[in-house]
T-cell receptor, first 114, second 113 residues
Framework: DQQVKQNSPSLSVQEGRISILNCDYT??????FLWYKKYPAEGPTFLIS?????DKNEDGRFTVFLNKSAKHLSLHIVPSQPGDSAVYFC?????????????FGQGTTLQVKP | ETGVTQSPTHLIKTRGQQVTLRCSSQ?????VSWYQQALGQGPQFIFQ???????GRGNFPPRFSGLQFPNYSSELNVNALELDDSALYLC????????????FGPGTRLLVL
């Protein structure tokens, strides 16, 4: 049962334009959502997060939007740069008893063309 | 501030063997989580250690076991390796288990032949 889904395996955008990466979830008990970026041969790097009590969080070129009623979140990158080309993972955080774990989507490969 | 480090970077084993992977957590972090990432998939939670105790486990069999040491570094042990264990194994540390943000190491790529 995939509780966090990224339905687009890949996305290609032109440099300078907006990149929008999407993520859907099924469990309303998730209390925090995070985006990670992963380059080949490296571990995931934390990018930005949002609490379930908020609907928007912004950090420089990166903005995450949360729509709780639709159980949907998105990551906007403006403007996109070639260095943003990577795999992006959406993750949901859930505190279950004494365990805080992350549940990841399958990832979306973003290619930013110069 | 030192980030999360893992060793070795790559490993090749044969079916039935045992393997130990190592992780040093970020300075000041007392919680370590291990994840398995198969090709084309997102990381899957294996288990978490908090102050040297296992405090949560994902859907992985008992042949996956771990340890956390007083300095909060950690080991992941896998016994009786199977071909499907071939994956990238990621270690992540956090300030404590309630902390949502986990910081990942570069991973160990395990190939089981």
């Amino acid at each position: 049962d995939q509780q966090v889904k990224q339905n687009s395996p890949s996305l290609s955008v032109q440099e300078g334009r907006i990149s929008i990466l999407n993520c859907d979830y099924t469990n309303s008990m998730f209390d925090y959502f995070l985006w990670y970026k992963k380059y080949p041969a490296e571990g995931p790097t934390f990018l930005i997060s949002i609490s379930s009590i908020k609907d928007k969080n912004e950090d420089g070129r990166f903005t995450v939007f949360l729509n709780k009623s639709a159980k949907h979140l998105s990551l906007h990158i403006v403007p996109s740069q070639p260095g943003d080309s990577a795999v992006y993972f959406c993750a949901a955080s859930v505190l279950s008893g004494n365990t805080g774990k992350l549940i990841f989507g399958q990832g979306t490969t973003l290619q930013v063309k110069p | 501030e030192t980030g999360v480090t893992q060793s070795p970077t790559h490993l090749i084993k044969t079916r039935g063997q045992q393997v130990t992977l190592r992780c040093s957590s970020q300075s000041g972090h007392n919680t370590v989580s291990w994840y398995q990432q198969a090709l084309g998939q997102g990381p899957q939670f294996i288990f978490q250690y908090y102050r040297e105790e296992e405090n949560g486990r994902g859907n992985f069999p008992p042949r996956f076991s771990g340890l956390q040491f007083p300095n909060y570094s950690s080991e992941l042990n896998v016994n009786a390796l199977e071909l499907d264990d071939s994956a990238l194994y990621l270690c992540a540390s956090s300030l404590e288990y309630r902390q949502e943000t986990q910081y990942f190491g570069p991973g160990t790529r395990l190939l089981v032949l």
